[in-house]
């Protein structure tokens, strides 16, 4: 149906292909709250903020109510509002629905979710971290994220490229890039193995940081390559006026010699 392929497509970071599904889903059911959900997070993500933020937290309120579990619901919620506040550069708030997701009890929700959700509290942590330059703990929770997700999934598929990205923009941040390559080389390896993740966000950031690997290693044809490879994918998903764009933008312009 389009809800789950909606689901599946934002998921994977395929956010123009959420929304043109979600909407036939609307057309179906107008009012439904769920459909609501989708379209506000996906129109964020892609960078239509206005009002987007209020009708995601407007639709929880509204779907309390209906929980049956409290656990797979509340997650689906605390996900997306920990990723925003991580937009908004927000930390506090960021960490503070990371923890509400790594807190819903194991016996809330099937646990092959549980342990997904675990994988991606300690992932938000260590975005948060990373961003607040707190590079200790931003290593402890990005090392517990990947190695659950590998648990999971097996290592190095598509489903820990996150993961791997995450791991490689550490070391970059902490100026090592030979530690940071092959983290970056295995989540380009696993989405480049399947066609439809060279129009996601993830494969660009991953191509970004590749690019930041080239120029701290003095290769600058390999560093615009990947540049621009990195813009092709964000493009998919985003307008020009989107600040991952306009930031790889501004990076190849500031490394120009």
Not at 217 to 233: I, M, P, R, W
Request: glycine residues 4%; proline residues 2%.
């Amino acid at each position: 149906s389009y809800w789950y392929r909606a689901h599946l497509y934002y998921d994977i970071g395929l956010y123009n292909q959420a929304i043109a599904d979600i909407e036939q889903s609307q057309k179906i059911l107008p009012d439904n709250v769920l459909v609501k959900t989708v379209i506000a997070k996906s129109l964020y993500k892609i960078g239509q903020t206005k009002d987007k933020f209020d009708e995601i937290t407007f639709c929880l309120n509204e779907r309390k109510d209906d929980f049956s579990d409290q656990g797979l619901e509340y997650a689906q919620y605390y996900v997306i509002f920990s990723e925003i506040y991580l937009i908004q550069q927000d930390y506090v708030q960021a960490h503070d629905y990371a923890t509400k997701l790594s807190y819903i009890p194991k016996s809330k929700m099937p646990e092959l979710k549980y342990h997904e959700h675990y994988a991606e509290a300690h992932y938000l942590h260590g975005q948060a971290y990373l961003k607040e330059n707190k590079l200790t703990e931003a290593f402890q929770e990005l090392e517990n994220g990947l190695n659950q997700a590998n648990k999971i999934y097996g290592k190095d598929t598509i489903y820990c490229s996150k993961h791997n990205t995450a791991m490689g923009e550490y070391y970059l941040v902490q100026n090592e890039p030979l530690r940071a390559k092959p983290y970056l080389e295995r989540s380009i390896k696993a989405l480049e193995s399947q066609q439809t993740m060279l129009q996601t966000e993830l494969y660009g950031d991953a191509l970004f940081l590749m690019a930041q690997y080239h120029l701290q290693q003095n290769e600058k044809t390999q560093y615009k390559e990947k540049c621009e490879k990195s813009l092709d994918a964000y493009r998919h998903q985003f307008s020009e006026t989107h600040h991952k764009i306009n930031e790889v933008i501004a990076h190849m312009k500031n490394n120009k010699n």
